[in-house]
């Protein structure tokens, strides 16, 4: 599983206006559902959804990076995108700084073992502090793509 193939790169927000974790996740599902990634009905649903998750424990892990994620039925693809604050967003996360990359995670009800399997992924190369940092300072959509797809042909450890 690549990155760039988890990731729409269409839904990508390299400047989010949300300023709490509520309003960058309906930020980030509007994205994907204008990219068509979602339905436009089922958006509040699978919104609300990830809300509940959120708020069952926050997804912010530290290192100024959260994803979001949930596993619903209206969902028939996994689909993942990325929103960047460079103001900083209160994810309440595990070392209560702000979020500045936010990697929102959206997969099919029955499919577990694909979603952890995103989540690996994601984590693993979050885990690295330049990937962070670089996903940070990117300023436009087509400079995250490049950034995934460098770290797409990176082996994995």
Same mark, same amino acid.
């Given at each position: 599983?690549?990155?760039?193939?988890?990731?729409?790169?269409?839904? %990508? %927000?390299?400047?989010?206006?949300? =300023?709490?974790?509520?309003? !960058?996740?309906?930020?980030?599902?509007?994205?994907?559902?204008?990219?068509?990634?979602?339905?436009?009905?089922?958006?509040? !649903?699978?919104?609300?959804?990830?809300?509940?998750?959120?708020?069952?424990?926050? =997804?912010?892990?530290?290192?100024? !990076?959260?994803?979001?994620? !949930?596993?619903?039925?209206? %969902?028939?693809?996994?689909?993942?995108?990325?929103?960047?604050?460079?103001?900083?967003?209160?994810?309440?996360?595990?070392?209560?700084?702000?979020?500045?990359?936010?990697?929102?995670?959206?997969?099919?009800?029955?499919?577990?073992?694909?979603?952890?399997?995103?989540?690996?992924? %994601?984590?693993?190369?979050?885990?690295?502090?330049?990937?962070?940092?670089?996903?940070?300072?990117?300023?436009?959509?087509?400079?995250?793509?490049?950034?995934?797809?460098?770290?797409?042909?990176?082996?994995?450890?």
């Amino acid at each position: 599983m690549k990155l760039t193939e988890l990731i729409h790169a269409g839904a %990508i %927000i390299p400047e989010l206006s949300g =300023t709490n974790r509520l309003e !960058v996740i309906q930020e980030l599902m509007q994205s994907l559902a204008n990219q068509g990634a979602i339905k436009e009905e089922d958006i509040a !649903v699978v919104t609300k959804a990830a809300i509940s998750r959120e708020k069952q424990g926050s =997804t912010g892990f530290g290192k100024g !990076v959260a994803v979001p994620h !949930v596993k619903h039925a209206k %969902i028939t693809k996994m689909i993942a995108t990325i929103g960047r604050s460079s103001a900083g967003v209160d994810f309440n996360s595990l070392d209560r700084a702000p979020v500045y990359t936010i990697v929102l995670l959206l997969s099919p009800a029955n499919e577990n073992d694909q979603h952890l399997a995103a989540m690996e992924k %994601i984590f693993r190369h979050l885990q690295r502090e330049t990937f962070r940092r670089f996903l940070r300072q990117a300023d436009s959509a087509e400079a995250m793509v490049e950034l995934l797809q460098e770290a797409d042909e990176l082996r994995d450890e």
